[in-house]
């Protein structure tokens, strides 16, 4: 039911053959957008030598929709001299060339409609494409400390094997990422992948059809990765029409005895809009470690925005800004982005656009009127229109946004 590491091993340490380049065909793969690297054909033999023996390798395939099996052939005589040291060579020189350089990372996804319980061997239940995501810690839009303590404790984790043996833990982590939509939570997990150089496993729980299921999805996931359900109180609340999904089957994903056997070395996230109504059983700690609230967006994470995305990182319109932050207008991350992006080349009228929006915004439109009437004439170029900006966009709502105070990182 798990992934054959040694199968792993045994592709990488194959494909670096000199053998392989040598042979009469082979096949080119893709395995991201900058790298090219031979394949072993399914009708393909090539050879290896190792403390004087010769070895052969071929693969072979069996079902349409398995991986297929690596075949060695060696000679008897042979076999119980080298076998041992051979499979420990092609272990530690695999190991090797992955730890050279940055591995190419996966984002997995499961597949609806696979019929996982009777058949292990049935299908596939995860599917991937290169996880080629740009988001970083720098790029955030969140408080500096925050951020410091987030990869503080992330690279903690990365060291702490040997500790959480010793207490007798999994070595896991678990986080829960809250807040209202366009903050930022996606992008967050994004950026821890490329923090720790992991794999990403994206849980869509409306695919799954039992509580078995989503334990062996889970059982299916590698070390080095992060599983991610996302808008878990959708199916959490007393509204959630959820009838193969248990609420029982979710807390042992999340922290029962096969997510403390199996789920080494992995990072769990959950998101959700709200916690406000969650039973807190499914949040206490061991479940989850770690809770970090994403806010709508303030004039530190605006500034943060404004260097990223339009390269600034003072303006004449700041103050104005500051102001209308400080009488309590808000916007997602999300939305003052989009909006950043269309106006990228003029940093004055994208921020200018961002005013315009602040203003439409709950207790900050009158704030908004009179900080507009104070910009020059001549710099009311390209989308310093509000409805324009409404129509061309769909992203502006009116609403009240309860702001929150204390730390974001709860552990």
């Known amino acids: 039911m798990q992934r054959n590491e040694l199968h792993r091993k045994v592709s990488l340490y194959l494909h670096s053959l000199p053998s392989l380049e040598d042979s009469d065909f082979t ?4 395995n991201n957008q900058n790298d090219i690297v031979l394949s072993l054909d399914s009708n393909q033999t090539i050879e290896d030598r190792f403390l004087g023996a010769k070895l052969f390798w071929f693969n072979q395939k069996t079902e349409p929709n398995r991986t297929g099996e690596f075949v060695l052939k060696i000679r008897k005589t042979d076999k119980r001299r080298i076998l041992s040291s051979y499979l420990r060579h092609i272990n530690d020189f695999s190991d090797e060339i992955a730890n050279k350089g940055k591995r190419d990372l996966r984002l997995f996804v499961n597949v609806a409609g696979v019929s996982y319980g009777g058949d292990f061997g049935g299908g596939m239940r995860w599917r991937s494409v290169p996880f080629n995501h740009p988001a970083t810690f720098e790029t955030m839009a969140m408080e500096i400390d925050l ?30 990422l809250y807040g209202p939509s366009g903050t ?53 609340t007393e509204e ?6 248990t609420a029982a089957g979710i807390q042992n994903f999340m922290d029962g005895i096969l997510s403390s056997c199996c789920g080494e070395e992995r990072i769990m996230v959950f998101t959700m809009n709200s916690k406000e109504f969650i039973d807190p059983n499914f949040l206490r700690p061991g479940r989850v470690d770690v809770h970090i609230h994403f806010p709508v967006c303030d004039f530190s994470s605006f500034k943060t925005l404004a260097n990223s995305y339009l390269g600034v990182k003072d303006h004449k319109l700041f103050p104005k800004v500051e102001e209308i932050f400080r009488h309590g207008a808000s916007l997602s991350p999300a939305e003052i982005g989009e909006l950043m992006i269309a106006n990228r080349n003029s940093p004055s009228r994208a921020i200018k656009s961002v005013i315009g929006a602040l203003q439409m915004d709950g207790d900050g439109r009158g704030v908004g009127d009179m900080i507009v009437r104070h910009i020059d004439d001549d710099e009311s170029d390209g989308y310093s229109n509000v409805k324009d900006l409404r129509k061309l966009y769909g992203l502006f709502r009116l609403r009240n946004v309860k702001r929150k105070h204390g730390s974001n990182f709860d552990q």
């Open 27 to 30: 096949n080119l793969i893709s």
């Open 147 to 176: 951020k410091k303590k987030i990869k503080s404790d992330l690279e903690s984790f990365l060291k702490a094997r040997q500790y959480y043996r010793k207490i007798g833990r999994a070595w896991k982590r678990s986080f829960l």
């Open 184 to 236: 930022g939570k996606s992008s967050f997990v994004a950026a821890m992948a490329n923090f720790l150089c992991y794999d990403v496993y994206d849980v869509d729980i409306s695919k799954i059809r039992s509580d078995s299921d989503l334990k062996l999805l889970l059982l299916e996931t590698t070390a080095k990765s992060i599983v991610v359900v996302e808008d878990l109180d959708r199916f959490l």
């Open 240 to 245: 959630s029409e959820l009838p193969t999904v």
